[in-house]
């Protein structure tokens, strides 16, 4: 019984880790991270992730992952009179957000300090 | 309020607008009228500061094409996962209707075909027996995923509740009452069915072959030769238009059923797990229509597969792939809805 309930809470806190939307999560990562500084709309969105990773989302790329965020609750909708419609970072999605640069620092720093270890001995 | 106002202020031309709704219809209704309104004006503001691009019209259709499979049960679902559940539900239901419609030509033919000449190979009897012995398990599985659907429906009814449920509900009635009907009537008028005319020579195949011989019987090789279709009778030509008609009524009632009905998670979970009973009657049925494909293969006299046959394999394959991948979202998508549920785990 103790099993099954630590799996099941295993699979809740699965849920809201950006590696459970699939082909989404790299774009995911952009969004929340965008969001972390205030709600945005679509066309915000994209402006904002060009300026600070390089990278234009398509738009039908931004909106499939912006639908799965919304219904994983890491993002919710700001009401507006305006057509285009603001999200914002929800505490579950800032959880996942930084659950996931921390171990993406982690791969980075190893991955650094390695290629450095590597570069030196040649 | 928020950085990055478009380049299209005060306002896009109308055909612009025009243009990007077009765009949208790659996209399922649902997703439509969620996302709709906002993702027209990221379209109209994305057109304005870059100019056309066909890049930006495949990547909005395959995104368009995804939502849609997902709508359908055959990918993750974005938006809701009671959605997904019953998605992944009637998407397991119209591939199960799939395997029953090309698996029953084959199992109706081959084992009235046994009736008149039983082949040396045992492994064709084997293979009979494995189909039907699937078809059983196929037919347990509708009789315990329906009896719960079922209920819903007639409580929704008797509380009032019922009357999204009317449609699907006619659809049901009318198209079983046509199939059995018809399939009764058309059963015995071909003599390899158990006709009449050879009644007195013991050459009568089971009753229940000789139905799904005649509820199938528009799924035959003779639509590539009109010649020989004009000689048929014209009542069992209109059969062979009529039978497709009620057997797609049917289903589309039975989907729409599984759309709208409510239902409790745990419920959604009891069907799922009956829809893998059925995956497993599927499987089995493709396994015996395998084994007979290369049991037959060699100059036994009767029966052999033709090309009808081969195409059915494929389209049972094909099925029978989908409908897992079905089972798989819709049982994903009802633990999550457990879940979610209070009191759940």
């Not at chain 1, 419609?85 to 505490?91: D, F």
């Not at chain 2, 994305?46 to 709508?71: F, Y």
């Not at chain 2, 046994?114 to 039907?132: A, F, H, K, N």
């Amino acid at each position: 019984m103790s099993e099954r309930r630590t799996g099941d809470r295993a699979a809740d806190a699965g849920d809201t880790a950006l590696e459970t939307l699939g082909r989404s999560s790299g774009p995911a990562s952009l969004i929340l991270s965008s969001l972390a500084d205030g709600a945005k709309h679509g066309y915000a969105l994209t402006k904002d992730i060009e300026s600070f990773a390089g990278i234009r989302l398509a738009p039908g790329t931004l909106y499939e992952a912006l639908s799965r965020l919304e219904a994983n609750g890491m993002i919710e909708a700001v009401e507006s009179h305006d057509r285009r419609r603001p999200y914002r970072l929800t505490a579950t999605g800032a959880a996942a957000l930084s659950t996931y640069l921390d171990a993406q620092r982690k791969v980075a720093e190893v991955g650094l300090r390695r290629l450095a270890g590597g570069w030196a001995l040649t | 309020m928020t950085p990055g106002r478009a380049p299209s202020a005060p306002g896009p031309a109308p055909a612009e607008r025009a243009r990007a709704r077009r765009l949208l219809l790659w996209y399922p209704k649902a997703w439509r009228s969620r996302y709709g309104d906002e993702f027209t004006e990221l379209l109209i503001d994305e057109r304005a500061e870059l100019g056309p691009s066909w890049r930006r019209t495949v990547n909005v259709a395959a995104t368009g094409l995804r939502a849609r499979l997902a709508s359908a049960g055959m990918a993750a679902h974005p938006v809701d996962p009671q959605a997904a559940a019953r998605a992944g539900l009637a998407a397991m239901t119209c591939c199960a209707a799939a395997v029953i419609m090309t698996g029953g030509v084959m199992w109706s033919q081959l084992a009235i075909g046994l009736q008149w000449s039983v082949p040396e190979d045992g492994r064709i009897t084997q293979s009979l027996d494995l189909m039907s012995a699937a078809l059983l398990v196929i037919a347990a599985a509708a009789v315990l995923a329906a009896a719960p659907v079922a209920w819903a429906a007639f409580t929704a009814a008797i509380r009032g509740n019922g009357r999204r449920l009317r449609v699907p509900a006619a659809l049901v009635a009318a198209g079983t009452s046509v199939l059995v009907i018809g399939g009764r009537h058309f059963e015995n008028a071909w003599p390899g069915t158990g006709g009449h005319l050879l009644v007195q020579q013991g050459l009568v195949p089971g009753g229940v072959a000789a139905f799904g011989w005649a509820a199938t019987m528009w799924i035959t090789s003779y639509w590539a030769h009109p010649a020989a279709l004009a000689a048929f009778p014209p009542s069992q030509l209109a059969w062979m238009v009529l039978s497709p008609a009620a057997a797609g009524g049917l289903l589309t009632g039975i989907a729409q059923m599984l759309r709208r009905v409510q239902m409790s998670p745990r419920a959604f979970r009891y069907e799922t797990r009956v829809g893998l009973l059925a995956l497993a009657g599927l499987a089995a049925f493709l396994a015996g229509a395998l084994c007979w494909l290369f049991a037959a293969g060699g100059p036994a006299p009767l029966p052999q597969p033709g090309t009808i046959d081969l195409a059915g394999l494929a389209v049972l394959t094909v099925a029978v792939v989908a409908g897992a991948a079905a089972a798989h979202r819709a049982g994903a998508a009802a633990a999550k809805l457990k879940r979610a549920a209070p009191g759940g785990p």
